[in-house]
Structures are given as structure tokens and as C-alpha cells.
Nanobody, 128 residues
């Protein structure tokens, strides 16, 4: 399946910004809806944002709406997550994932089981 490699995580102060990148290889990318998920210690892995294969539709969790922007460049086989106005509550490991083509409908956007390829995760730490 498609291989995903994340980068761009790090330590930032409250109110700061980071841009995460996810580079895809070894499979289809332009035909896959993509998602960013995050997992804090002791918490479940939750969806942050998703984007359709063409990039014309996106979903955001309420907790990040208005602060985060998901985008993709299919020519570069890359999906991005721009994170602004970061809060300590955003501290987590962030994962990139590719959705199974069969579940391309936005109905499955927040369903973690609809994704079959995952990156290794990148740590984002927001200090107060």
C-alpha cells in the first residue's frame, strides 16, 4: 500500500504555528482521500482533518476548526497540515493516513477504520 512519511513536528510556544508534511510513495496518492489524526498520551487516536482526493473538500474537528488548514499537492504526492494559534491541548503525536478507496465518501472521513496506510507519526509539543 501507499507509504507515508511525516515531517515538520517540533516544539512551539502557545500561539505559534507549524506546518506538517506527509510525503506519499509506493502507491496511488491522487486517488486517495487523506487524513491527519493525533494521539495524546492516554487518549485515543482522533481525527484532526481530512481532505478529498481532489482537494476540493475538507473536514475539520471542532477543536481545530479555524486554526488548522489541510491541503494537498497531488503533483508532489504530498499532504500538508498548517497549524496556527497552537494551544497546549494540541500537544500530541500527529499521524498522516490514506483512506481506502472503497470508502472515499465523506461519510467515512472520521472513521479511523476507513484508513489503511499510516505514517510513523511526528511529535508536536506546544508549551505554555
Amino acid at each position: 500500500q501507499v507509504q507515508l512519511v511525516e515531517s515538520g513536528g517540533g516544539l512551539v510556544q502557545t500561539g505559534g504555528s507549524l506546518r506538517l508534511s506527509c510525503a506519499a510513495s509506493g502507491g496511488t496518492f491522487s486517488s486517495r482521500a487523506m487524513g491527519w489524526f493525533r494521539q495524546a498520551p492516554g487518549k485515543e487516536r482522533d481525527v484532526v482533518a481530512t481532505i478529498s482526493s481532489s482537494g476540493d473538500s475538507a473536514y475539520y474537528a471542532d477543536s481545530v476548526k479555524g486554526r488548522f488548514t489541510i491541503s494537498r499537492d497531488n503533483a508532489k504526492n504530498t499532504v500538508y497540515l498548517r497549524m496556527n494559534a497552537l494551544k497546549p491541548e494540541d500537544t500530541a503525536v500527529y499521524y498522516c493516513a490514506a483512506r481506502i478507496t472503497y470508502y472515499s465518501s465523506s461519510y467515512y472521513a472520521t472513521d479511523i477504520n476507513a484508513y489503511d496506510s499510516w505514517g510513523q507519526g511526528t511529535q508536536v509539543t506546544v508549551s505554555s
